[in-house]
């Protein structure tokens, strides 16, 4: 008998439009606030292929992942685009699905107020929404291991053919999409063993087709496992009790006591029946497996097989807020909302899971790339990393170009030397973003030996994983006389103006004649219908002159910013002084050698340009 709460369906239909619409905005709200990460990047360097066939051949195939996911996102991606809002929005309509289906599933396997309840947890659950804000399968893996049991339950209900089938495709489609989905489905068939004895035979034809679905890809899986992981994974969590205690309150919620009271009330027993049980029904039987026999077996599979992770346990989520769903239902009005108003404030005002610490991509990616001229390159030191940060610098819209060294170097190392000369050609100078301790892998010997210079300081940009993220610049001596001397001994000997959005970027590059004896500051200005300029010591002060050596090179950049300005045709001017006083009020400025009589000796014109 349906509860009284049921018996209008208008109002449980509108209400269930609240879990939807507070999902909607707990998911969307700071959807772009966090980086990329290196799982991201790498999931949207691959679902970037035009072909579909060469997503799963050429990057899933070599992974430890299934394909499902990652041709889905290729196929989104032909009708929106590559923003990070739109791709993690992808991520977002998989989870505003599963709050729809804890709805759904959790009314029919215990009534709508559970269904409601399901869903409002499904939007509130920490983890879920975490997993929701990143390009990654996880939302997915997680609606589909709701969907499946709730197939599942129908079947069992009453075992036909289309039933059936759906249950086939649904339990495929899950394991496509990740592999601890096969512990869902085990789950289920232990289910059925347990529940339908005398009618196993739709039970193992059904359970036969979603294996003979996917079986084509057991020999790519037995070559991840063999081949391409056959240590495990590196990520992979050990077997301990704080490892325990931190994968219950991220699987299930703080505080952990009251989700789980929760999911056993709703797993063992239904207590507001006439009469009551206490032993799991038939219904409830489906969460319970599902939330205990994935964990179980992960940690005995992690013995022989490192795989532990929150993230591949996540499977077990919908299967807890079912239960803890449940659970609550069964509650009289009084305390059951007296617990839903706990569990709402505490959920929005703490969290049991938070996201992957991120690195400074878009930032480092920023910097390089707005200094970078047509004729320079970034080499990617990034490790896994690297496609984090390509992202950004493809879409920094400065045209320059980057080549991931590190994994060429790694992965193919017959041909790097060619793949690194092809990468420097033609260049004239090049960033190095490295993520590691140089002492184990350091490529500025291999650049020094082709004659390339390092022009900066190195740039420190903190640690990250236990290991630092740095930036170096390196230059080539240029041909031919230098632009222009300083001081006499200050010789400018490329320069080099970069219009982009907003700003004009000045590159200089530097090599003094002798050690200079005081420190010199460089101004780079615009000179037109009106005047714009940006003074500063080289390198925004991280490389002072007094630290210079004769001969050596070094690089400054200086950048103009524009908006404001009148349109029209600007004279890209640099200038170079000193301060005689330590109160900096008095300039004197480095002269220009062989200045021409009718010409202002205070600063050299680069270029000119014209603002639109």
Known sequence: MPDSATRNRWPFWWLALLPLLLGAALFIVGLTDTSLWADEGWTIAASAEANPLRVVSEWVAVDVH???FFVNLNLWRLFTGDTILELRYFSVLWSLVGVALAYRIGGELFGR???????????????????????????????????VPGLYWRFWQRPNRWRGI???????????????GGFVLLALAVHALMTGARRLRPFVLAFGGVGLLF???????????????????????????????????????????????LALVGGFGAYAAVPPRYKPSPASLIPLLVAILPPVLSVLVNTVYPTLSFRSLAVIVPAVILLAA???????????????????????TSSSAQPIERPPWPQIAA?????SGENDVILLENDTDEFALAYYIEHADTGVDYAHTEAERLLRPASYAAYLD???DGKTGLWVSKLGWPALADIRPELEARGWVQSTPELDYGMYNDRPILVWRLDRMPDGPPRATFDEMLRLL???????DGGVTVNLLWSPAETPAQEYTVSAFLLGPAFANHDSRPLDGLSPTSAWEAGGLYFDSLRVETAGLPPGEYAVGVQVYSFADTDFSQIVNAPVDDCSADADCRFIVIDTLTLP
């Open 494 to 500: 490329r320069a080099e103006a970069i219009q982009h």
């Open 422 to 424: 092809a990468a420097l």
């Open 66 to 68: 299934p394909p499902l």
């Open 166 to 180: 759906a249950f086939v495709i649904g339990g495929a489609a899950l394991l496509y999409t990740h592999y601890w």
């Open 215 to 261: 079986a084509p890809w057991l020999p790519v899986l037995y070559h991840q496992i063999t081949l391409e992981r056959p240590g495990g994974l590196p990520h992979a969590l050990e077997n301990s009790r704080q490892v325990y205690a931190v994968l219950v309150y991220q699987l299930a919620g703080i505080p952990e006591w009251l989700w789980l009271i």
């Open 367 to 371: 910097y390089m790339t707005q200094r």
């Open 326 to 348: 449940h659970g609550l239902a069964q509650f009289r009005t009084r305390e059951r909302r007296v617990v839903l108003a706990f569990i709402v404030i505490y959920s929005l």
């Open 113 to 147: 107020r559970a269904g409601l309840l399901a869903a409002l947890f499904y939007a509130l659950h920490d983890l879920i929404a975490v997993l929701t804000q990143e390009v990654r399968h996880y939302p997915q893996q997680m609606a589909l291991a709701l969907l």
